[in-house]
């Protein structure tokens, strides 16, 4: 059984960072890239991240690029989210995905296969 496990989120301040992980299972996804959406209170689920199975290329929601940065170890089967000076509308779940095409970075949740179960980030003011 296929599963994204997403650990790491809390309750913050403004200007604190947190790291994310996203542990997968049942399936190494070899090829695959690796992305994070997050979904506010209120909102629809918004593209935030996205890094391909070698790590050599990102993508980035323009709000975030410069304060987040995605990478994985694909030797433990992970990805990571690391969020600086985040602010309070960064407030949402966080959900990381694996695409259903090999060596691409989509940021259309449709091209999304699997998806983890979301971890909560709230930034307080």
């Known amino acids: 059984q296929v599963q994204l496990v997403e650990s790491g989120g809390g309750l913050v301040q403004a200007g604190d960072s947190l790291r994310l992980s996203c542990a997968a299972s049942g399936r190494t996804f070899s090829g695959y890239g690796r992305a994070w959406f997050r979904q506010a209170p209120g909102k629809e689920r918004e593209f935030v991240a996205a890094v391909t199975w070698g790590g050599r290329n990102t993508r980035y929601l323009n709000s975030v690029e410069g304060r987040f940065t995605i990478s994985r170890d694909n030797a433990k089967n992970t990805g990571y989210l690391q969020m600086n000076r985040l602010e309070p509308e960064a407030t949402a779940v966080y959900y990381c995905?694996?695409?259903?095409?090999?060596?691409?970075?989509?940021?259309?949740?449709?091209?999304?296969?699997?998806w983890g179960q979301g971890t909560q980030v709230t930034v307080s003011s």
């Open positions: 995905a694996v695409p259903d095409e090999q060596y691409t970075l989509p940021n259309g949740e449709d091209n999304y296969d699997y």
